[in-house]
């Protein structure tokens, strides 16, 4: 068998083996459960479309990936907080934000538990634990067993995915 051809299989394959388990795109046109004291939020991909930046929906809404290095978030030393970028929960503190040399913003606690939403994806037919935002569904990035302590999670977020707030700053009301 050619190389090609394997790799067109495995594709193949990884997408037979992923077949039931939800895509970002399906879990944006579905209300996403309710996160204790903040209103659920369903909007459809042409609202959200028509309220964020085209490279921000790209990453929320289509699991696009923003280039290594591109988000000067992932340098960002402030004490404060970062919100999803789509409906503005706030998702993580400045305090279990960590430099982990990827490029890309990473944190090895959420503020909150509930406020992260995981499932299981598959980049060739690798299983990986992605997490969104569990009040709009938006895709943050991936979260990995390699981070420091306390918790050796690795949060790695688009950068794209989050808007950060200084600590002295008015967060945003959520989006409704």
Known sequence: ????????LVGTLGGAVAFGVPTARAAS?????AVPGFPPIAKSKDEWRAILEPERYAVLFEESTERA??????????DG???CAA?????FDST?????GTGWPSFFQPIDPSRIGTRTDYWLIVPRTEYHCARCGGHQGHVFDDGPSP???RYCNNG??????????????LRQ
């Open 81 to 83: 907080t970062f919100l």
């Open 1 to 8: 068998m050619r190389r090609r051809s394997f790799i067109k």
């Open 160 to 173: 794209l995915a989050l808007v950060f707030v200084p600590r002295d700053g008015r967060l945003p009301d």
């Open 29 to 33: 046109e579905t209300q996403p459960p």
């Open 87 to 91: 409906c503005f929960l706030p998702l």
């Open 151 to 153: 918790t050796h999670k």
């Open 96 to 100: 279990g934000k960590y430099d982990s």
């Open 69 to 78: 290095g591109s988000s000067p978030l992932d340098k960002e030393k402030r």
